[in-house]
C-alpha cells in the first residue's frame, strides 16, 4: 500500500509538470522547493545549538578583547587549527555585539546561504537546458535539485552555528564564482569581467574558503584545462583567463599559508605516503565511506547497524563513484560543456575536496573522519552536478528513449526515495539532538565541566570563556535569572 501511494503521488507530479502550463509548472517546483527548505528550516530550529560550543569556544577570547577595547584586527586573522576563518569570526563578533550570541541568528543566516545557493544552481540549469530538451525532463530535473539540495542528510551542518553560517556562506561564495567563471568561458568579456572574476576569487579564498582553497581551486582550473586538452585548442583568450585566475590564487595561496597565526592541529600524525604504503586497504575503504556520507547518513548506519551498516556504506559509496564516472563519461562525451561548465566544477571540487581530506584526515583520526557529518556540504555538491549531467541527458535528443533505468522519472524516484530515507532517519534523531541541547545550555549554566565532551573540547578554555558569557551577560546567561558563578 506505501509503495502504490508513493508511485501515485510521485506519477501525479509528473502528469501535472507534463500537462499543466509553464505559470502552474512553476507554481509546482515552488511548492516542491518549498517543502524540503521549510522541513530543513523546522529541523535546524528545533535542533539547533543554542549556545556556544565545540570550536566556538575558541573565539571567545576575540569578544572579550572587543568589549575591553583591545581587539586587534590579526585576531580575525589568526585561528587556532589549520583554517582561518575571518568571515565567521566577524559574523560572530558581531552576534555578540547585537544578539548576545544567539546562535540561531547564525543558524537562520546560513540556511538563507543554502537557499541561495540551490535556487542560483536551479536558475542556471534552467537556463542552458538544449532547445530540444524534452519539457519532462527539465521541471523534474529542478525539482530533484530542490530536493537533493535541502536534503536533511546535511542536519550537523545546519544546526552547528560555525558551520551553518561559515559553511554555506563559503559554498554561496563557491557558487556564485562558479557561475561567473561559467559565463566568462563561454562568453569572453572584457579585462572588468577578469578582474571582478579574480576580486571574487582573492574574496572566496581569503574570506570563506579557509582550508579548501586547493579544493575550489583545482575544481575551475582543472576541468578548463581538460576541456581544452580534449577540443585541441588552446585559445588566447582563455589562456589569459588561466593565468589571471592561478596568479591571483597562488597568491591568496602564499599569504594563507605563508603567514603567521596557524597551527597545525596534529603535527605528529603520520604521513599519508606511509598510510598508503603499509595499509592500502584503510585508503580505499576511506574514499568509499566519504563519497558514500555524500548521500546517505553513514555515520549513523554505522552506530545503529554495526558491522552491516558498514558493509552498506561501502557498497553505497562503490555506487555513488560509479555514478560519478558514468556522468563524467556523458558530460565529455555530449561535450556538456558547450551548455554550462558548472556540473564538472561540482563533481571536481566534491572529488577534490574528498581527496584532500583523505590525505590530511586519514593519517590522524583513522576512518572517522570518512563519516564525520561536518563534511557532507561539500562532498554533496558533487551528486548535484551528477543529477545535473543526468536530467540533462535524459532531456535530449542522444538520450535512448527506450532506456527505463535512466529515463527522467526514474532518477526523480530514487532522489525522492533518498530523500525520504533521511527524513525518516533524522527526525528520528530529533529527540536525541533536542536532549543534547538542553544539557548542552544546562552543562554552561552550572559550569560543570569535568570532561572534554562534543560541548566542550578543553576544559580549561570552557572555564575561562564562561566566565567571559557571565560577565557581559551573553548567552545563556542573558535570559538566565539565575546564573552560578565561576
Not at 263 to 276: C, E, G, K, R, W
Not at 407 to 418: N, W
Request: glycine share 6%; proline share 3%.
Amino acid at each position: 500500500m506505501r509503495h502504490s501511494n508513493m508511485h501515485d503521488l510521485i506519477s501525479g507530479v509528473e502528469n501535472r509538470l507534463r500537462n499543466s502550463d509553464a505559470h502552474n509548472r512553476w507554481l509546482t517546483i515552488a511548492l516542491i522547493a518549498a517543502l524540503p527548505c521549510l522541513n530543513l528550516a523546522v529541523f535546524s530550529w528545533l535542533a539547533a545549538d543554542t549556545v556556544v560550543s565545540r570550536d566556538q569556544w575558541y573565539f571567545i577570547s576575540m569578544v572579550r578583547d572587543y568589549l575591553t577595547g583591545n581587539l586587534h584586527l590579526f585576531s580575525f586573522w589568526q585561528t587556532h587549527s589549520q583554517h582561518r576563518t575571518p568571515g565567521y569570526k566577524l559574523l560572530f563578533l558581531l552576534n555578540a555585539g547585537f544578539f548576545g550570541l544567539n546562535m540561531r541568528v547564525e543558524v537562520m543566516l546560513g540556511l538563507a546561504a543554502l537557499t541561495a545557493s540551490v535556487l542560483l544552481l536551479m536558475r542556471r540549469f534552467r537556463e542552458t537546458l538544449p532547445t530540444e530538451s524534452r519539457t519532462t525532463a527539465s521541471w523534474l530535473g529542478l525539482a530533484s535539485l530542490a530536493i537533493f539540495g535541502f536534503n536533511l542528510n546535511q542536519w550537523y551542518d545546519t544546526t552547528y552555528a560555525l558551520t551553518a553560517f561559515g559553511g554555506y556562506a563559503g559554498v554561496l561564495c563557491f557558487v556564485t564564482l562558479w557561475l561567473m567563471l561559467d559565463t566568462q568561458l563561454r562568453h569572453i568579456g572584457s579585462s572588468l569581467g577578469i578582474a571582478s572574476l579574480c576580486l571574487m576569487l582573492a574574496f572566496t579564498l581569503m574570506v570563506f574558503a579557509g582550508g579548501l582553497g586547493p579544493a575550489l581551486i583545482a575544481s575551475m582550473l582543472g576541468v578548463v584545462v581538460i576541456v581544452m586538452l580534449l577540443e585541441g585548442k588552446l585559445e588566447k583568450t582563455t589562456l589569459v583567463l588561466l593565468a589571471w585566475l592561478a596568479l591571483c590564487a597562488s597568491t591568496c595561496e602564499l599569504v594563507y599559508w605563508g603567514t603567521g597565526g596557524i597551527h597545525i592541529a596534529t603535527p605528529h600524525s603520520q604521513p599519508f605516503s606511509q598510510v598508503l604504503v603499509e595499509n592500502p586497504s584503510s585508503v580505499l575503504q576511506y574514499l568509499l565511506l566519504s563519497f558514500a556520507s555524500s548521500i546517505i547518513p553513514a555515520d549513523a548506519m554505522d552506530k545503529h547497524f554495526h558491522g552491516l551498516g558498514h558493509t552498506l556504506n561501502v557498497i553505497v559509496g562503490a555506487g555513488v563513484i560509479c555514478l560519478y564516472l558514468g556522468c563524467a563519461w556523458i558530460y565529455l562525451r555530449l561535450r556538456m560543456w558547450k551548455t554550462s561548465y558548472l556540473p564538472a566544477f561540482l563533481i571536481a571540487f566534491s572529488t577534490a575536496f574528498i581527496l584532500s581530506t583523505l590525505a590530511v584526515r586519514l593519517p590522524a583520526t583513522g576512518l572517522e573522519a570518512a563519516t564525520a557529518p561536518r563534511y557532507v556540504l561539500y562532498s554533496q555538491l558533487g551528486n548535484l552536478g551528477c543529477l545535473w549531467i543526468l536530467f540533462q541527458w535524459c532531456g535530449s535528443d542522444r538520450h535512448p528513449r527506450r532506456s527505463s533505468l535512466l529515463d527522467p522519472m526514474s532518477c526523480f524516484t530514487a532522489v525522492f526515495l533518498i530523500y525520504a530515507l533521511g527524513v525518516a532517519a533524522l527526525w528520528s534523531y530529533y529527540p536525541s539532538a533536542a536532549r543534547d541541547v538542553e544539557a548542552g545550555t544546562r552543562e554552561i549554566l552550572t559550569g560543570d565541566f569535568n570532561h572534554q565532551d562534543w560541548l566542550c573540547p578543553d576544559i580549561q578554555l570552557c572555564r575561562t570563556g564562561r566566565a567571559t558569557l557571565v560577565q557581559y551577560r551573553l548567552k545563556p546567561f542573558a535570559t538566565a535569572s539565575e546564573t552560578k558563578q565561576p
